[in-house]
């Protein structure tokens, strides 16, 4: 018989084996501190919660590109709203819906960039890129 180990989160006893908990071998019983149940639960949560964040930040992305293509009192406007690009998504859920489910990008910490400078905001044309390179693309265009 396997000695029972003690969920760190729930505190209930198991059977000290895979079947209960997940193996962690950076962890000295070489399995993870919380039960499966709980674990499940801790990573169920912070997917969301980085979903959420990712939604946030996409927002954020969202309202600056509307303002630089039609605020003319932005400063970069003429860039943008100046020379004509445009943001041809209908909503920021189709926005939301096309880096998410179609592009299938990674934008944690990244910035949207066109792929064609003088194309608009759309299907086929958005990437995100470092800002680094972000800052680079603008020397060159300059
Ligand atoms: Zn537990």
């Keep these: 018989m396997q000695d029972n180990?003690?969920?760190?989160?729930c505190k209930k006893p198991y059977p000290a084996t895979?079947?209960?908990?997940?193996?962690?071998?950076?962890?000295?019983?070489?399995?993870?501190r919380q039960c499966k149940t709980c674990k499940r639960e801790v990573v169920n949560k912070m997917y969301k919660e980085q979903s959420k964040s990712i939604k946030g930040r996409l927002r954020v992305i969202w309202k600056q590109m509307l303002q630089r293509c039609?605020?003319?009192?932005?400063?970069?406007?003429?860039?943008?709203?100046?020379?004509?690009?445009?943001?041809?998504?209908?909503?920021?859920?189709?926005?939301?819906t096309h880096i998410l489910n179609e592009l299938k990008t990674e934008t944690r910490g990244l910035d949207i960039d066109r792929v064609d400078t003088?194309?608009?905001?759309?299907?086929?044309?958005?990437?995100?890129?470092?800002?680094?390179?972000?800052?680079?693309?603008?020397?060159?265009?300059?």
């Design 5 to 9: 180990k003690r969920c760190g989160k």
């Design 18 to 32: 895979v079947e209960y908990f997940y193996r962690d071998r950076s962890r000295i019983d070489g399995m993870t």
């Design 70 to 96: 039609s605020n003319p009192r932005r400063k970069d406007y003429k860039y943008y709203g100046e020379r004509g690009i445009k943001v041809n998504f209908d909503s920021f859920e189709d926005f939301l």
């Design 118 to 142: 003088n194309g608009h905001y759309e299907r086929g044309n958005i990437r995100f890129i470092t800002h680094a390179e972000n800052m680079k693309n603008r020397r060159v265009n300059k």
